[in-house]
């Protein structure tokens, strides 16, 4: 699958600068399966919405191999863990649904 967003795309439409140029692609793809995901697989040309979201969930996707998150934390006798596939899966479906909104793509009924 070719991602729905290239490295020009991202640099120069977008306005991205944290992901570098050889991750992008990867992150990119990874990215365009998520929205085929939430959209249903509905997406057929990618448009500047779905191109813009890709970006976006990249960006998420590489924050998310940086690790920034805690996956647990503890104080003193209390300890805490994290489910960080949910927390992650709502930080991605937080990235696309702004751009995707207004699409029709994210429609959940039948076409």
Do not use: Q
């Amino acid at each position: 699958m070719d991602p729905y967003a290239d490295y020009e795309f991202y640099t120069k439409e977008y306005g991205g600068m944290a992901i570098p140029e050889k991750a992008f692609t990867r992150l990119a793809t990874e990215a365009s399966f998520f929205i085929d995901r939430i959209t249903f697989g509905r997406v057929t040309e990618p448009i500047d919405e779905v191109k813009l979201a890709t970006c976006k969930v990249a960006e998420v996707l590489h924050r998310i191999e940086r690790n920034d998150g805690k996956s647990s934390e503890s104080d003193g006798s209390v300890s805490v863990t994290y489910d960080l596939r949910t927390k992650n899966e709502v930080r991605l479906n937080k990235a696309a649904v702004p751009y995707l909104a207004g699409t029709g793509l994210l429609y959940r009924g039948l076409p």
